[in-house]
């Protein structure tokens, strides 16, 4: 298991509670609105970072991925426009969450609630350099629906 270790910004509320995984073989963990001030209230299309109120140190080696939670997908239509998000390991600032309101509906973000889902994930960094040819293969240049849609 690895190690996330948190802080709770300045001006945070630390009864929102840290990620937590709802069940045993959740592959996310629940993050949570931190909005002491009151809550956010987005119309359709409308989008604005959310704070969750903390800071994290993730290891060398992993990152953190922001993703949208399902339900609030299928219910609201809310959903994250950068999904998903990367937090970088050497990143120390506050977490914020993008949300944006795709469904048809006014949508309020309020304190403590379960906005998004996080996924802890190894990294692995590449060396890039330029090359005259590529390696050849069966799809070559096709792309964008290249392989059918069933």
């Known amino acids: 298991m690895t190690l996330i270790r948190c802080r709770w910004a300045d001006g945070a509320d630390p009864d929102v509670g840290l990620p937590h ?8 963990a629940d993050v949570r609105a ?9 119309a359709p299309m409308e989008r604005a970072l959310i704070s969750t109120g903390l800071q994290m140190e993730i290891p060398e080696g992993f990152e953190v991925q922001i993703r949208p939670r399902s339900g609030l997908a299928l219910k609201h239509g809310i959903t994250l426009s950068n999904a998903p998000g990367t937090i970088d390991s050497d990143y120390r ?8 309101n795709a469904g048809d509906a006014p949508f309020e973000v ?3 609630m379960r906005i998004a889902q996080m996924v802890v994930a ?3 960094q590449a060396t ?9 293969t ?6 964008f629906g290249s392989t059918g849609v069933k």
Do not use: K, M
């Open 93 to 100: 600032g506050v977490v914020g969450v993008i949300v944006q």
């Open 128 to 136: 890039f350099e330029t090359s005259d040819d590529l390696a050849a």
């Open 110 to 112: 309020i304190h403590g």
């Open 21 to 28: 995984y709802e069940t045993a073989g959740a592959a996310g």
């Open 122 to 124: 190894p990294v692995v």
């Open 138 to 143: 069966s799809r070559a240049t096709s792309g």
């Open 34 to 42: 931190n909005l002491p001030d009151g809550p956010v209230a987005l």
